[in-house]
């Protein structure tokens, strides 16, 4: 399998730890996302790491027990270790206070703590078996302060640190989920939910183990990720994942179903809003995306994979140690290994090799293995990084070897301004509302973020449009017809043409002598009025004579006065031209010389210069008699000019009668 076969692989810089061994212990943190390695239970050494921060925390410990659980509160201020299941030690790590550990048994009874969760810097959440409990941590006081605790029965929990939500398994069978919200000090009960299973299980024993159900947020909405081994319906085989949506407020509800196809061991990953599905029997993976159109039958949505099962991208260990040691060749990583531990949303732990590692999914070999063109929009644009890969979609769509038909090509028009629309609108009305001034209703009037799936005219036409019309090889009606498609979809979203895209179609029609084309599309208004494009037919009139009055009709059209076009024509160089409208109107007994001279002697076109400068001498001889400048209309400069050009014999003499 090729290297562009592979859409998914681990991330190129991982985090290196300590293995686990027998004397090593290694936890995870999900919430701020470290590695603990614990050597003798602290006493030789805990070294901490994360995949942002380099510079590993080391520190040691004194060895009081086992370490069933170590995690550092947000921003590492405050170390929290379980070494029982009754109480939960702590070690200020902020400069200038007490080294010395204090210690919080749980409240409840006859209750064992099954771990803890930091919700904040200085908060944690102890969860028993009977319930959960809700403190402030004093660290200066060096002890904790209980702000609010609940009784339920509890079999396991799960904590979503981006979420701030714990899951608590409640019941006799485990599926019934209470959801606990934590923000600024307070802890919300959320309404309880219960997990439909593959069968009424006959025994009343644990039947929802915590392997199978997994938290993350997925298009900035909270999911509960159920791996149902088998599915409900018996004429249907192969696990499938059942997506709960769980909102801040109101009731959980079952969304959508991922269809597996297959049995075996499974593990889920989410990243960039996809669905990771990996398989440990075939040792591949496959990713869904909830945003793409699924199967709706009146309450859920089905979704089958994107794309085709693939493996990871093979990994290779690079050897560490001195310089000359590691000209050994780099080792094969085991992917899907039986020692790898998945955490949300990206995580990969192999705790053998020593190894933390984020997922990643690479784009550009998607654009291969999804072939029809608007699902493979659909998908792209809801990705992070996709705009370079969508524009060489777009480029490869109007290649030789692959292209794609006008209808096709349409729609991915349509979708790209689709996007671009929203976000000109969101920002309109941005604008809008900040120029309204500070208002009761939007105290939190943010910007709208610009994406990378807002792909707007100037991408496109550098990237894409003005590329393609380089193409010798394409046929001029294809050309110009893509070009139109393009400026239909965006008069269709209402977008304004910019004129360079215009001048483009303008350019194109010319280049092959389509001048009646090109009549027509100035004649229906299909090529927007503006000025530039003024000036761009105004150019052509050596080549199209009709071009001129095309030209001018525009700037009538744009209410333009009559000295702003000339102003515009001569800012184009267009001399010639800017005298010959000013002639046509009679206005050229009135006119700046010095302007006209000015612009001429710009184009360094010497001829054009001794045809101004000589219209100008045979006004001033109409209107006064004499061919010369007076001192007024300061020529002197381009008098001389000319004089030095041409030679004195080249003035005009007065004529006498």
């Known amino acids: 399998m090729g290297q562009e076969d592979y859409y998914l692989e681990l991330c190129d810089r991982p985090v290196h730890f300590e293995k686990a061994n027998p004397v090593n212990c290694v936890f995870f943190d999900e919430a701020n996302k470290q590695v603990f390695a614990v050597r003798s239970g602290g006493a030789t050494g805990v070294v901490v790491k994360g995949p942002d921060d380099r510079n590993p925390i080391s520190f040691r410990m004194e ?28 070690s200020n790590f902020i400069p200038d206070s007490s080294q010395l550990e204090y210690t919080q048994e749980c409240k409840t009874k006859n209750a064992n703590i099954l771990g803890f969760c930091w919700t904040s810097s200085t908060e944690i959440v102890f969860i028993t078996d009977q319930g959960i409990e809700f403190y402030q941590v004093l660290p200066e006081k060096r ?10 029965n509890v079999n396991w929990y799960m904590y979503c640190p981006e979420g701030a939500v714990i899951l608590l398994s409640t019941t006799v069978l485990g599926n019934v989920l209470q959801p606990f919200y934590f923000r600024a000090g307070t802890m919300s009960k959320l309404p309880k939910f219960e997990i439909e299973l593959p069968a009424a299980p006959k025994s009343t024993k644990l039947s929802l183990s915590e392997r199978d159900i997994a938290m993350a947020t997925i298009y900035g909405q909270l999911y509960v990720l159920f791996l149902r ?68 039958d009146g309450t859920v949505t089905f979704h089958h994979p994107v794309l085709p099962a693939r493996s990871i991208q093979p990994y290779q260990i690079p050897v560490a140690g001195p310089a000359p040691v590691t000209s050994q060749s780099p080792i094969p990583c085991k992917l899907y290994s039986s020692s790898w531990i998945v955490f949300q949303p990206d995580i990969i732990i192999s705790a053998s090799q020593g190894y933390l590692w984020n997922l990643q999914v690479k784009l550009q070999p998607i654009v291969n293995l999804l072939p029809d063109k608007g699902r493979l929009m659909d998908f792209l644009l809801q990705r992070k990084e996709c705009k370079m890969v969508i524009l060489s979609v777009c480029s490869q769509m109007l290649s030789e070897s692959d292209r794609a038909t006008l209808p096709v090509i349409a729609t991915v028009f349509d979708k790209l ?81 910019q004129h360079y895209l215009h001048e483009l179609v303008i350019k194109t029609l010319v280049q092959h002598n389509l001048f009646y084309m090109l009549h027509q599309f ?25 071009a001129h ?15 702003e076009i000339v102003e515009v024509l001569l800012s184009k160089h267009q001399v010639l031209a800017a005298l010959r409208f000013i002639r046509g109107i009679g206005g050229h007994d009135n006119i700046s010389a010095r302007k006209f001279l000015d612009a001429a002697k710009q184009t360094e076109d010497n001829m054009l210069f001794y045809t101004i400068f000589r219209f100008f001498e045979q006004r001033n001889q109409r209107l006064r008699g004499n061919p010369n400048f007076t001192p007024g209309e300061h020529c002197e400069e381009h008098v001389a000019f000319f004089k030095q050009v041409f030679g004195d014999q080249a003035l005009m003499r007065p004529t006498t009668f």
């Open 63 to 90: 060895d009081k027990g086992e370490v069933k659980c170590i995690k550092f509160s947000l921003e590492n201020k405050i170390l929290a270790v379980q070494r029982t299941s009754k109480t939960v030690d702590f």
């Open 143 to 152: 002890n904790l302060k209980l702000l609010k605790s609940q009784n339920i």
């Open 229 to 296: 081994h088998h599915s409900r319906t018996s004429n249907s085989t192969g696990a499938e994942v059942v997506l709960y949506h769980l909102p801040r407020e109101g009731a959980c509800k079952k969304m959508h179903i991922l269809k597996l196809n297959r049995t075996g061991k499974f593990a889920l990953n989410v990243v960039d809003n996809l669905v990771v599905v990996h398989h440990q029997d075939t040792e591949t993976s496959v990713i869904f995306d909830i945003k793409l159109r699924g199967e709706f």
């Open 417 to 497: 301004n689709h996007e671009y629309k929203k976000y000109l609108d969101a920002e309109q009305s941005y604008t809008t509302a900040v120029e309204a001034g500070p208002s009761r209703c939007s105290p939190l009037l943010k910007r709208p973020v610009r994406t990378q799936a807002v792909v707007d005219q100037s991408d496109m036409y550098t990237h894409v449009l003005s590329v393609f019309t380089e193409k010798k090889e394409m046929p001029h009606k294809f050309v110009i017809a893509v070009l139109m498609e393009y400026i239909r979809s965006l008069n269709q979203f209402q977008i304004t043409v």
């Open 522 to 546: 100035l004649q229906y208004h299909v090529l927007s009025d503006s000025k530039p494009l003024a000036c761009l037919l105004l150019s052509l009139e050596s080549f199209y004579p009709p």
């Open 549 to 563: 009055q095309l030209s001018l009709d525009m700037l009538k059209r744009l209410s333009t006065a009559n000295d």
